[in-house]
């Protein structure tokens, strides 16, 4: 009965989320980055391509100190168009918060590196963030579903790459999927008023991270598992640990419990693959030691996750999976209904895909989106 209850609970959450507004804070505006401090030629074959780069780069931590990230670029196997190749950049999906957990410390980027391919042969430079804190280049704790941090060092990475490589051009255009479709709208949002020397056309989100800041308030101790949210718990501990790290004052430790901060603790260094393991048999309640539901922690929460819905200069589209159970579609409805009330025009495409089937049709929908707002 507990569990019909939250998850009746969670019914209603997503009926109202369409209407409930909330202001996004926006963090003071951090130095540009994207210097290149480092570029290194991948061994051919590398990801499929003999034309792989990973780029080390400048780029502002979340409180906006100057850090440095790394990236994949993968360029066509051709000459160069008149003008220079535009650009596609991919935001990926969860991979962990740990600094081994990065593409760039892939054998291959084997998840990945056919979504660059498929840019290429698109006709596209393709570049691909590792995010803040992936990668051995990147110091600290990966701020996991930042959308400031998230938008800055995929921006940056299109900078650094540019000026690694004059053969691109300021054209450019993102699409991500998961945390990655969090990313890119976060990015699309951001992009003009961050590198308006960049020409930036667009933005494609796959099963966008959305409304997390209305879930976490929900969670309380006892909560038991919700079966319908796949991997809930691991992900809560994730932001848990990403807004412990990065946002000084937040006060997270205050409310877990004391397996809840062994969780979290852990996993701050792992990859997402071993996330499973370590909140086995735990519900989000097990993290914590009260609700998360009062106003400084909710403000904490709105300023680190929440999607924007206003202000978006160029066109958006939003694919989205009806059998996904990672990021379950009534939440993806509800962040288009915050656009729609917002005034915000979209492109929306609903497919017959799970979380991970959504990389076959929905990214090829995503992609034939940016080459028609890129050409």
Same mark, same amino acid.
């Given at each position: 009965?507990?569990?019909?209850?939250?998850?009746?609970?969670?019914?209603?959450?997503?009926?109202?989320?369409?209407?409930?507004?909330?202001?996004?804070?926006?963090?003071?505006?951090a130095? @540009?980055? &994207?210097?290149?401090?480092?570029?290194?030629?991948?061994? $051919?074959?590398?990801?499929?391509?003999?034309?792989?780069?990973?780029?080390?780069?400048?780029?502002?931590?979340?409180?906006?100190?100057?850090?440095?990230?790394?990236?994949?670029?993968f360029?066509?196997?051709?000459?160069?168009p #008149?003008?220079?190749?535009?650009?596609?950049?991919?935001?990926?999906?969860? +991979?962990g918060?740990?600094?081994?957990?990065?593409?760039?410390?892939?054998?291959?980027?084997?998840?990945?590196?056919?979504?660059?391919?498929?840019?290429?042969?698109?006709g596209?430079?393709?570049?691909? @963030?590792?995010?803040?804190?992936?990668?051995?280049?990147?110091?600290?704790?990966?701020?996991?579903?930042?959308?400031?941090?998230?938008?800055?060092?995929?921006? #940056?990475?299109?900078?650094?790459?540019?000026?690694?490589?004059?053969?691109?051009?300021?054209?450019?255009?993102?699409?991500? %999927?998961?945390?990655? &479709?969090?990313? =890119?709208?976060?990015?699309?949002?951001?992009?003009?008023?961050?590198?308006?020397?960049? $020409?930036?056309?667009?933005? *494609?989100?796959?099963?966008?991270?959305? +409304?997390?800041?209305?879930?976490?308030?929900?969670?309380?101790?006892?909560?038991?598992?919700?079966?319908?949210?796949?991997?809930?718990?691991g992900?809560?501990?994730?932001?848990? =640990?990403?807004?412990?790290?990065?946002?000084?004052?937040?006060?997270?430790?205050?409310?877990l419990?004391?397996?809840?901060?062994?969780?979290v603790?852990?996993?701050?260094?792992?990859?997402?693959?071993?996330?499973?393991?370590?909140?086995?048999?735990?519900s989000?309640?097990?993290?914590?030691?009260?609700?998360l539901? #009062?106003?400084?922690?909710?403000?904490?929460? +709105?300023?680190?996750?929440?999607?924007? %819905?206003?202000?978006?200069?160029? @066109?958006?589209?939003? &694919?989205?999976?009806?059998?996904?159970?990672?990021? @379950?579609?009534?939440?993806?409805?509800?962040?288009?209904?915050?656009?729609?009330?917002?005034?915000?025009?979209?492109?929306? *495409? =609903?497919?017959?895909?799970?979380?991970?089937?959504?990389?076959?049709?929905?990214?090829?929908?995503?992609?034939?989106?940016?080459?028609?707002?890129?050409?």
């Amino acid at each position: 009965m507990r569990g019909l209850v939250w998850r009746v609970r969670l019914v209603l959450l997503v009926s109202v989320l369409a209407v409930v507004g909330g202001a996004v804070a926006t963090p003071a505006t951090a130095d @540009p980055g &994207g210097d290149p401090v480092r570029v290194q030629r991948l061994p $051919d074959g590398w990801g499929g391509t003999n034309r792989g780069f990973v780029v080390t780069y400048r780029t502002p931590a979340l409180d906006g100190r100057p850090t440095t990230a790394t990236g994949l670029v993968f360029l066509p196997d051709a000459p160069a168009p #008149d003008g220079g190749w535009p650009i596609v950049a991919w935001d990926h999906g969860t +991979n962990g918060l740990g600094q081994q957990c990065g593409l760039t410390s892939s054998a291959g980027a084997p998840y990945d590196s056919p979504a660059l391919l498929q840019i290429n042969r698109a006709g596209y430079a393709a570049v691909a @963030p590792d995010y803040l804190g992936l990668s051995p280049a990147s110091p600290g704790v990966h701020p996991y579903q930042s959308r400031r941090a998230g938008a800055t060092v995929t921006i #940056d990475l299109v900078r650094a790459a540019r000026r690694a490589f004059p053969e691109l051009s300021a054209r450019w255009g993102v699409i991500g %999927v998961s945390e990655g &479709g969090h990313v =890119a709208l976060s990015t699309g949002h951001l992009a003009s008023e961050y590198a308006p020397e960049l $020409d930036f056309r667009g933005t *494609a989100a796959l099963a966008p991270a959305a +409304n997390l800041e209305r879930l976490i308030p929900l969670a309380r101790p006892g909560m038991p598992e919700v079966p319908a949210l796949d991997g809930l718990t691991g992900i809560i501990a994730a932001v848990l =640990a990403g807004i412990e790290a990065n946002v000084p004052g937040a006060g997270i430790d205050g409310y877990l419990s004391p397996e809840g901060r062994r969780i979290v603790g852990a996993v701050r260094t792992q990859c997402v693959t071993q996330w499973t393991e370590t909140a086995a048999n735990h519900s989000v309640g097990d993290l914590l030691s009260r609700p998360l539901d #009062d106003p400084a922690i909710v403000a904490v929460l +709105n300023d680190y996750l929440a999607i924007p %819905v206003t202000g978006y200069r160029q @066109p958006l589209f939003i &694919g989205q999976g009806v059998a996904d159970m990672s990021v @379950p579609l009534p939440l993806t409805l509800a962040l288009l209904a915050e656009l729609s009330s917002a005034g915000t025009p979209y492109e929306f *495409a =609903a497919f017959d895909a799970d979380h991970m089937s959504i990389m076959k049709d929905g990214f090829t929908a995503g992609l034939r989106f940016l080459q028609r707002v890129l050409s």
